[in-house]
């Protein structure tokens, strides 16, 4: 009986779900899995050959600094990939999107590229990521997260990852981005299916450019909201072009998750939730059935967030989305910033007073807040440091990249104008994107770049990947009715009709199948890791009069090497920085005032007291390095400088007990 019930899920919803076809012959069956097992393995086997392979720092530096010719090479790969129907054409795009996202990460380990602020030497996270990095290590001991607990889907997809990979940083990250690679690839060939091959390449180009802004390769929320968005829209996107109304609630219950992890503009849900009561209407004029369950959509990403908090934090000591009344004071006050309530309020409460503060400005000069919310809109648009594409940049040339961002917003509104003509022909796609933008934009006020920088707008940016994608589309299709020319066919023809093979269908319900990934990973790996562990024995030492001790994990692939020049570096790897790039690096971070304690031969390394959960910077010679994962006992001394003392600066003197980790 067993058996004949495991049959039939297995036949009727595993491969019904994976193949997307509700009846098939054994062979095309056959021939699905086969091609999706070589669609996966291929951009799985040539990035472990990428991240092996010695590269040249030219090479490496060209295409960091994302050169005109590079950008030009991505293009037309990414343009042939899409060009190719079938599993071929998937396989080559997957393949080049993963590769063009890998590269710049193997710059920035071989310190071509640098990540000021965010990194030390490429590798170790730092500030705002290096708190989201301790607090997975220490989930992973059992500990229960603190300071991030208001974004804990990130810090849960990294607990499960670095779980998976034995803590090692240097195998951790370069999965963090390529499941970005995979959410964008994912979007760029929903794009490709609507619009064709180079609003596709376009849309993949523009989110590699957001990526490499924000910071590729660190332990930020905004990997998980890049990558958790951009695929929320591409399953929004299908759901309209096969009229599936289970698959535009999912979308939606996804981008909420995306929005909790990065909080941004979150102005977009109500307006997609109005855009698919249009859109799915039928014969009414709103789908009042649809608007109750996109609000229950969007209400069970916010429930499943808070239920995460519950389960794996210590609780985050004040309200849910608390950090915002900053930024909502900075704007009611005429757009000082998030930070101008420090000024007139340094005592104020994160929160409620700060909230009560606020309202009571508003209530005393209500005109302050319009003439908030246009300064914040203005510094978003052309002319201003943090417009919309200043994530855009072609090394130092200036004058391209001016030129490069005027193109852009030439597409953009092509792609504003195709909304509303894709509207008066009753089509759903130009309501959602046109939808979606207005959220986006009257975000802005609220979501500000010049308190946060572009990368607030992670979750939701790939709305503005898509518009200049759109506009792309419909520039070709007048190019082609005003020259009535055969070739220009070959550059716009009608994506419309949908393609019934099984690869896309596949790929249409992998979207699905990926996110859901995600979540679990975000949502169930945590819970199921904390539940299961158990805090370290610790073995004390007595260290001399003038040292104190630390208790602390080492894990291989998670520390710096200190070398004394490039030449010692060795093959294309993380884990190696020269002396000189360390020291230009802590020169800019708040440790400068110890920079000269670091010295070639030294390991460093990012971490956590195991008696005290506090942060560690830890230096200490590559003799005492254990050889493998373990439980370090050490004694040392702290800096004697007070910024770097509050970083957690330490250094070994020696190791006395070293025990290999449970």
């Given at each position: 009986?067993?058996?004949?019930?495991?049959?039939?899920i297995?036949?009727r919803?595993i491969v019904?779900r994976?193949?997307?076809?509700i009846s098939f012959?054994?062979?095309?069956?056959?021939?699905?899995?086969?091609?999706?097992?070589?669609?996966?393995?291929?951009p799985?086997?040539i990035?472990?050959?990428?991240?092996?392979?010695t590269?040249?720092a030219?090479?490496?530096?060209?295409?960091?600094?994302?050169?005109?010719?590079y950008?030009?090479?991505r293009?037309?790969l990414?343009?042939?990939g899409f060009?190719?129907?079938?599993?071929?054409?998937?396989a080559?795009t997957?393949?080049?999107?993963?590769?063009?996202?890998?590269?710049?990460?193997?710059?920035?380990?071989?310190?071509?590229?640098?990540?000021?602020?965010?990194?030390?030497?490429?590798?170790?996270?730092?500030?705002d990521a290096?708190?989201?990095?301790?607090?997975a290590?220490?989930?992973?001991?059992g500990?229960p997260?603190?300071w991030?607990?208001?974004?804990?889907?990130?810090?849960g997809?990294?607990a499960?990852?670095?779980?998976?990979?034995g803590?090692?940083?240097?195998?951790?990250?370069?999965?963090?981005?390529?499941l970005?690679?995979?959410?964008?690839f994912f979007?760029?060939q929903?794009i490709?299916?609507?619009?064709?091959?180079?609003?596709?390449?376009a849309?993949t180009?523009?989110?590699?450019?957001?990526?490499?802004?924000?910071?590729?390769?660190?332990?930020?929320?905004?990997n998980l909201?890049?990558?958790?968005?951009?695929?929320?829209?591409?399953?929004?996107?299908?759901?309209?072009?096969?009229?599936?109304?289970?698959?535009?609630?999912?979308g939606?219950?996804?981008?909420?998750?995306?929005?909790c992890?990065?909080?941004?503009?979150?102005?977009?849900?109500?307006?997609?939730?109005?855009?698919?009561?249009?859109?799915f209407?039928?014969?009414q004029?709103?789908?009042?059935?649809?608007?109750?369950?996109?609000?229950g959509?969007?209400m069970?990403?916010?429930?499943?967030?808070?239920?995460?908090?519950?389960?794996?934090?210590?609780?985050?000591?004040?309200?849910p989305?608390?950090?915002?009344?900053y930024?909502?004071?900075?704007?009611?006050?005429?757009?000082?910033?998030?930070?101008?309530?420090?000024?007139?309020?340094?005592?104020?409460?994160?929160?409620?007073?700060?909230?009560?503060?606020?309202?009571?400005?508003?209530?005393?000069?209500?005109?302050?807040?319009?003439?908030g919310?246009?300064?914040m809109?203005?510094?978003?648009?052309?002319?201003?440091y943090?417009?919309?594409?200043?994530?855009?940049?072609f090394?130092?040339s200036?004058?391209?990249t001016r030129?490069?961002?005027?193109?852009?917003?030439?597409?953009?509104?092509a792609?504003?104008i195709?909304?509303?003509?894709?509207?008066?022909?009753?089509?759903?796609q130009?309501?959602?994107?046109?939808?979606a933008?207005?959220?986006?934009?009257?975000s802005?006020?609220?979501?500000?770049?010049i308190?946060?920088g572009?990368?607030v707008?992670a979750?939701?940016?790939?709305i503005l990947?898509?518009?200049?994608?759109?506009?792309?589309?419909?520039?070709?299709?007048l190019?082609?009715?005003?020259?009535r020319?055969?070739?220009?066919?070959?550059l716009?023809?009608d994506?419309?009709?949908?393609d019934?093979?099984y690869?896309?269908?596949?790929?249409g319900?992998?979207?699905?199948l990926?996110?859901?990934?995600l979540?679990a990973?975000a949502?169930?790996?945590?819970?199921?890791?904390k539940?299961?562990?158990r805090?370290?024995s610790i073995?004390r030492?007595?260290?001399?009069?003038?040292?104190?001790?630390?208790y602390?994990?080492?894990?291989?692939?998670?520390?710096?090497?200190?070398?004394?020049?490039?030449?010692?570096?060795?093959?294309?790897?993380?884990?190696?920085a020269?002396?000189a790039?360390?020291?230009s690096?802590?020169?800019?971070?708040e440790l400068?005032?110890?920079?000269?304690?670091?010295?070639?031969?030294?390991t460093i390394?990012?971490?956590?007291n195991?008696v005290?959960?506090?942060f560690?910077?830890v230096?200490?010679p590559?003799s005492?390095?254990?050889?493998?994962?373990s439980?370090?006992?050490?004694?040392?001394?702290?800096?004697?400088?007070?910024?770097?003392r509050?970083?957690?600066l330490?250094?070994v003197?020696n190791?006395?007990?070293?025990?290999?980790?449970?």
């Amino acid at each position: 009986m067993y058996q004949i019930m495991l049959q039939f899920i297995l036949n009727r919803v595993i491969v019904n779900r994976v193949t997307g076809i509700i009846s098939f012959d054994k062979r095309q069956a056959a021939w699905a899995m086969i091609a999706t097992i070589f669609t996966l393995l291929l951009p799985l086997a040539i990035s472990v050959c990428l991240l092996n392979a010695t590269l040249s720092a030219q090479f490496l530096e060209k295409f960091f600094s994302s050169g005109f010719e590079y950008t030009v090479l991505r293009a037309a790969l990414l343009i042939l990939g899409f060009s190719i129907r079938g599993w071929i054409g998937k396989a080559i795009t997957l393949t080049v999107t993963i590769t063009i996202f890998l590269l710049p990460l193997i710059a920035v380990w071989e310190q071509v590229g640098l990540l000021y602020g965010t990194a030390i030497g490429g590798l170790l996270p730092w500030n705002d990521a290096n708190g989201y990095y301790i607090d997975a290590a220490a989930l992973l001991d059992g500990y229960p997260i603190g300071w991030s607990a208001r974004r804990p889907l990130f810090v849960g997809l990294l607990a499960t990852l670095l779980n998976f990979t034995g803590a090692n940083l240097s195998v951790c990250i370069p999965m963090l981005v390529a499941l970005t690679a995979i959410g964008t690839f994912f979007l760029a060939q929903e794009i490709n299916q609507v619009y064709g091959p180079i609003p596709g390449a376009a849309v993949t180009i523009l989110a590699l450019f957001f990526y490499k802004h924000i910071g590729i390769g660190t332990t930020l929320t905004e990997n998980l909201g890049l990558t958790m968005g951009a695929t929320s829209l591409a399953i929004m996107y299908a759901a309209i072009r096969r009229t599936s109304k289970p698959m535009m609630l999912a979308g939606l219950y996804f981008m909420t998750l995306a929005l909790c992890t990065r909080p941004g503009t979150f102005f977009v849900l109500p307006c997609l939730i109005i855009a698919g009561a249009v859109i799915f209407k039928a014969d009414q004029k709103i789908n009042w059935h649809f608007l109750a369950q996109g609000i229950g959509a969007s209400m069970s990403g916010f429930v499943t967030n808070y239920l995460l908090v519950k389960q794996i934090s210590r609780g985050i000591g004040h309200a849910p989305f608390s950090e915002f009344s900053y930024i909502l004071y900075g704007v009611v006050v005429g757009g000082k910033g998030w930070t101008q309530v420090l000024i007139d309020h340094p005592r104020a409460g994160e929160g409620t007073e700060i909230y009560r503060l606020a309202l009571a400005h508003f209530r005393a000069h209500p005109f302050d807040l319009v003439r908030g919310m246009i300064k914040m809109w203005s510094e978003y648009l052309p002319g201003h440091y943090f417009h919309a594409y200043h994530f855009i940049e072609f090394g130092n040339s200036n004058i391209l990249t001016r030129h490069i961002h005027s193109l852009i917003y030439i597409l953009l509104v092509a792609g504003l104008i195709w909304c509303v003509v894709n509207i008066k022909q009753g089509q759903g796609q130009g309501l959602f994107l046109l939808a979606a933008f207005t959220g986006y934009f009257a975000s802005i006020p609220f979501t500000p770049s010049i308190d946060g920088g572009l990368r607030v707008y992670a979750a939701t940016v790939a709305i503005l990947f898509i518009l200049p994608a759109a506009g792309i589309y419909w520039l070709l299709g007048l190019f082609q009715r005003l020259l009535r020319r055969r070739w220009a066919i070959q550059l716009h023809r009608d994506y419309s009709m949908p393609d019934r093979g099984y690869s896309t269908r596949l790929v249409g319900n992998l979207q699905v199948l990926f996110v859901l990934l995600l979540a679990a990973m975000a949502v169930v790996g945590p819970i199921v890791i904390k539940s299961n562990a158990r805090p370290p024995s610790i073995s004390r030492v007595d260290c001399l009069p003038a040292q104190e001790d630390v208790y602390f994990r080492y894990n291989p692939g998670s520390s710096i090497s200190i070398v004394d020049r490039d030449a010692d570096r060795g093959p294309s790897r993380s884990g190696l920085a020269t002396l000189a790039t360390i020291q230009s690096e802590i020169g800019k971070m708040e440790l400068k005032g110890d920079a000269d304690a670091f010295s070639a031969g030294q390991t460093i390394l990012t971490t956590y007291n195991l008696v005290d959960k506090q942060f560690l910077l830890v230096t200490l010679p590559a003799s005492l390095v254990p050889p493998q994962r373990s439980i370090v006992s050490a004694c040392g001394r702290w800096t004697t400088d007070k910024t770097a003392r509050q970083f957690g600066l330490f250094h070994v003197d020696n190791v006395r007990v070293s025990q290999v980790a449970e």
